[in-house]
Antibody, heavy 126, light 110 residues
Framework: EVQLVESGGGLVQPGRSLRLSCTAS????????MSWVRQAPGKGLEWVGY??????????EYAASVKGRFTISRDDSKSIAYLQMNSLKTEDTAVYYC?????????????????WGKGTTVTVSS | QSVLTQPPSASGTPGQRVTISCSGS????????VYWYQQFPGTAPKLLIY???QRPSGVPDRFSGSKSGTSASLAISGLRSEDEADYYC???????????FGGGTKLTVL
């Protein structure tokens, strides 16, 4: 069964750091890009960023709201994607979803997110 | 304020056909594929439509997507009570170099 499981969420003070993990199973992790999407309480979906597969350079893209503060990385040997969040702000409070993202024909389609985890909750508060 | 504009709500009765619109610009919808996601309360979103009008395996053919210029639409025919959910459109924005979502449309089945 194809599955993504996020972990690492919790309560953190503003200005501190937190690292989320996304453990994948049921598919060849290295063949896919991996993305993070968040949803603030009662709000819509917001794309955080993604990391391409190694075959497509393993490079990253980020939303303007998190660029310079958040870093996405991956460990293909463990089938895990990470979201390192630094200098957290209260507005980063959200459920964070990990998603599998499709790449083909030389392009990673960042919007093509076909598998989602259940999410992990991050609360930034003093 | 979302880059893509969706109506905040839509409704219909069982059996009806409902459409949800998604309006953007030349830098996003006008130049890229549109995707639709369905989300039930308290659960993760699910991919409903990809590449404007393609359905993933398992998605009923009651759901269809279309795109014209800088706008896209999701149509649901033969509306059922279990279709009551939030629906989001999404696409890549060339100017922002990122994925943008619509604000979401809450569908109510009366």
């Amino acid at each position: 069964e194809v599955q993504l499981v996020e972990s690492g969420g919790g309560l953190v003070q503003p200005g501190r750091s937190l690292r989320l993990s996304c453990t994948a199973s049921g598919f060849t992790f290295g063949d896919y890009a991996m993305s993070w999407v968040r949803q603030a309480p009662g709000k819509g979906l917001e794309w955080v960023g993604y990391i391409r597969s190694k075959a497509y350079g393993g490079t990253t893209e980020y939303a303007a709201s998190v660029k310079g503060r958040f870093t996405i990385s991956r460990d293909d040997s463990k089938s895990i994607a990470y979201l390192q969040m630094n200098s957290l702000k209260t507005e980063d409070t959200a459920v964070y979803y990990c998603t599998r993202t499709y790449c083909s024909g030389g392009i990673c389609y960042a919007t093509y997110m076909d598998v989602w985890g259940k999410g992990t909750t991050v609360t930034v508060s003093s | 304020q979302s880059v893509l504009t969706q109506p905040p709500s839509a409704s219909g009765t069982p059996g009806q056909r409902v459409t949800i619109s998604c309006s953007g610009s030349s830098s996003n919808i006008g130049n890229n594929y549109v995707y639709w996601y369905q989300q039930f309360p308290g659960t993760a979103p699910k991919l409903l439509i990809y590449r404007n009008n393609q359905r993933p395996s398992g998605v009923p053919d009651r759901f269809s997507g279309s795109k014209s210029g800088t706008s896209a639409s999701l149509a649901i025919s033969g509306l059922r009570s279990e279709d009551e959910a939030d629906y989001y459109c999404a696409t890549w924005d060339d100017s922002l170099s990122g994925v943008v979502f619509g604000g979401g449309t809450k569908l109510t089945v009366l």
